[in-house]
Nanobody, 124 residues
Framework: QVQLVESGGGLVQAGGSLRLSCAAS????????MGWFRQAPGKEREFVAG????????AYADSVKGRFTVSRDNAKNTLYLQMNSLKPEDTAAYYC?????????????????WGQGTQVTVSS
């Protein structure tokens, strides 16, 4: 069992930066691949970034490549998403998710545990 709590969202101007955190409780964080997803109003939830259990492998949606960086600190049971050069189209609720397997997946159905989400709003 893994409980996930996101933080770090907020309102930022276009071109600005935010760093999201996802604090995990439970003993399986270090053995879980993790992902960040986002969902804008009226749209489906979409994959943003993923990271393997060791942190050695990462994956990104094309829309955020070069701007977002996913990382993790297994000693602190925390997942991060550094978001730079933010655009209005990045506005969404951001969710972290954990899966019991170690490999990255972009399908939301592959993840077993979800946080409650944190809102990111980018003004133009």
């Amino acid at each position: 069992q893994v409980q996930l709590v996101e933080s770090g969202g907020g309102l930022v101007q276009a071109g600005g930066s935010l760093r999201l955190s996802c604090a995990a409780s439970g003993r399986t964080f270090s053995s879980s691949a993790m992902g960040w997803f986002r969902q804008a109003p009226g749209k489906e939830r979409e994959f943003v970034a993923g990271i393997s259990r060791s942190g050695g492998s990462t994956a990104y949606a094309d829309s955020v490549k070069g701007r977002f960086t996913v990382s993790r600190d297994n000693a602190k049971n925390t997942l991060y998403l550094q978001m730079n050069s933010l655009k209005p189209e990045d506005t969404a609720a951001y969710y972290c998710a954990a899966r019991t397997l170690s490999t990255i997946q972009s399908r939301s159905s592959a993840y077993d545990y979800w946080g409650q989400g944190t809102q990111v709003t980018v003004s133009s």
